[in-house]
């Protein structure tokens, strides 16, 4: 299928102005300006229509709680153990819940969703396709696990707190996730020197889902909103060597420089929430676009459901209200959070190779008129408002 007479923005530096994409078997072939290939077969005509990749959330709880219900649906932290990498967000998320479908109707084709932020260590993410074809989250993988979500701050203490237990201080949680580490590290010291089955360790489900994060094969993604939580994160980062992230970075516009300077990515918001306790006083929309400018490589969020995954582009657009540039806050919904998860192989621009998912819009997508037209998954038509 050859997708005709589109301004595309690929999201990978250029925009065709008239812009052609060919796709088969649900990824992109080639794209051009002007005429296409001769003989190109079955084209639609997206009438002068603006094409962009589909958005990106890098972080959401999608499907883990579910719309309109309480702790039947609620999925997100399991709240018996401090420390829990071996649960499995495809295990707890459900692919039928209708903010899905809103997902895809916003052009919100792909996110990072999983456990909440109770827990210092709550679990692995995954990287799924907000379409489902039917029913089956198996079939909307992108890479799962593809991080490890740990937590910092407020959470944690307060959660467990109330349970009489702990950790109840910001040093008690730190330790936990440092004892965590350090005995997966034995744990994977002791695997490669047995010389034999008989020699290894007794199989330690929590250990051995950390391995990936100690070997650098899939990130840690750090819940934290303050300041000196942050930078809390990026010392146990250091110290293990860790491929690791900033989730919220609530504060971050005021340490923007020093992140810089360390190379944090941010995966930053909710921008558009209430300051629901402490750690958010200083929470303001134009942070993504201060990250932005200082060189920190950030993404735009929504936290689902803290902010319902249908305002992801609004949320971008507030931030360039805010001060953002508006080519950086689009990038902060595609490419950018793509590349911080990476997952820039598959989606986040339109390139050869790549899968085919992609809204049309008439509108500037940040807009809050805006509405896509259509929008395709793997180069199947999902929406169309005709």
Request: negative net charge; hydrophobic residues 40%.
């Amino acid at each position: 299928m050859f997708y005709l007479h589109a301004k595309i923005h690929t999201m990978a530096g250029t925009i065709l102005e008239d812009g052609w994409m060919q796709v088969e078997n649900g990824k992109i072939l080639a794209l051009g300006d002007g005429t296409p290939p001769a003989g190109c077969g079955d084209t639609f005509d997206c009438g002068g229509l603006s094409m962009y990749p589909g958005f990106f959330d890098a972080h959401t709880h999608l499907g883990m709680m579910e719309d309109g219900l309480t702790f039947e649906g609620d999925d997100v932290n399991e709240d018996s153990d401090p420390v829990t990498p071996q649960l499995r967000a495809i295990d707890g998320l459900n692919p039928l819940d209708r903010d899905f479908r809103e997902a895809v109707e916003a052009g919100v084709t792909a996110v990072v969703t999983g456990p909440g932020s109770a827990n210092p260590i709550g679990g692995q993410m995954a990287a799924i396709k907000t379409f489902c074809p039917d029913g089956c989250v198996d079939d909307m993988v992108l890479r799962a696990p593809v991080a490890i979500k740990m937590a910092l701050g407020e959470n944690p203490k307060n959660v467990y707190h109330e349970k009489d237990s702990g950790p109840v201080t910001r040093m008690a949680t730190a330790a936990l996730i440092r004892e965590a580490l350090y005995k997966a590290r034995r744990y994977g010291e002791e695997l490669e020197a047995a010389a034999d089955a008989s020699e290894r360790p007794d199989f330690d489900m929590a250990c051995e889902a950390l391995l990936p994060a100690l070997r650098r094969e899939i990130e840690v993604h750090f819940h934290a909103h303050r300041a000196d939580d942050i930078f809390t994160a990026i010392r146990i980062g250091k110290e293990f060597h860790l491929d690791f992230v900033i989730v919220h970075c609530t504060e971050g516009h005021e340490i923007a420089a020093r992140l810089a300077r360390e190379g944090v990515r941010a995966l930053c918001g909710p921008v558009l929430s209430e300051r629901s306790k402490p750690e958010l006083r200083r929470l303001t929309p134009a942070c993504p676009g201060i990250l932005s400018r200082a060189g920190v490589k950030t993404a735009i969020v929504t936290d689902h459901s803290v902010v319902p995954i249908q305002y992801l582009a609004a949320c971008a657009g507030l931030a360039v209200r805010e001060g953002m540039d508006h080519e950086a806050a689009l990038e902060a919904i595609t490419i950018v959070p793509a590349q911080i998860c990476h997952l820039e192989d598959r989606i986040g621009s339109l390139e050869p190779g790549k899968d085919a998912d992609f809204s049309l819009f008439a509108e500037d997508p940040l807009s809050n008129f805006a509405k896509p037209r259509y929008v395709y998954t793997a180069g199947r038509c999902v929406l169309d408002r005709r």
